[in-house]
């Protein structure tokens, strides 16, 4: 089992960048795929980015390839999203997730989740 904690988000102008963490306590976080989602108000919740448990793969949502970038190291247990170029249409509550294995694309598919940072962009 692995408990998630999210930081990072916050205010920021269109055009700016942010950097969100995520911290997994448990002793098999590398063993972990782990994934990013956002939820805007009054939408459902969708998928942003994946990465394996290596680091070696990656998948972006096509809104969001060539502006963020999802990392992680497994010697601090963290997952990390690079956020740049933000627009105000990635406003929304930020999550990462975990599974044990296989890149997935779907909310249901994962097995942990934190309880979210809020990004909100403005114009």
């Known amino acids: 089992q692995v408990q998630l904690v999210e930081s990072g988000g916050g205010l920021v102008q269109a055009g700016g960048s942010l950097r969100l963490s995520c911290a997994a306590s448990?002793?098999?976080?590398?063993?972990?795929?782990m994934g990013w989602f956002r939820q805007a108000p009054g939408k459902e919740r969708e998928f942003v980015a994946v990465?394996?448990?290596?680091?070696?793969?990656?998948y972006y949502a096509d809104s969001v390839k060539g502006r963020f970038t999802i990392s992680r190291d497994n010697t601090k247990n963290t997952v990390y999203l690079q956020m740049n170029s933000l627009k105000p249409e990635d406003t929304a509550v930020y999550y990462c997730a975990a599974r044990v294995r296989g890149l997935r694309v779907g909310v249901s598919e994962y097995d942990y989740w934190g309880q979210g940072t809020q990004v909100t962009v403005s114009s």
């Open positions: 990465i394996s448990w290596s680091g070696g793969s990656t």
């Open positions: 448990g002793r098999t976080f590398s063993s972990y795929v």
